[in-house]
């Protein structure tokens, strides 16, 4: 859905709102909006490092790749 049509339809909710309520949102929106952002902590390629190891424990990977080879 269209950004601005959602937006457009809380603001046409808004203006149903009393005053007091409109400045009650209005100040939940600006505690919101001045919380840091937190930041999405790099993962690296290492940590993942064995984690299909039980998935291929029981395949011989040799034959697995001659057999994916052939077609």
């Not at 100040?27 to 690296?44: N, T």
């Not at 190891?53 to 034959?63: F, Y």
Request: proline share 1%; net charge positive.
């Amino acid at each position: 859905m269209n950004t601005d049509l959602n937006i457009n339809e809380i603001l046409l909710q808004v203006e149903r709102l009393d005053k007091q309520a409109q400045q009650s949102l209005f100040e939940k929106l600006a505690l919101m909006i001045r919380k840091p952002e937190q930041k999405k902590g790099k993962i690296r390629l290492s940590s993942i490092s064995g984690l299909g190891a039980s998935l291929w424990s029981k395949t011989d990977i040799d034959a697995y790749i001659d057999q994916e080879r052939q077609w």
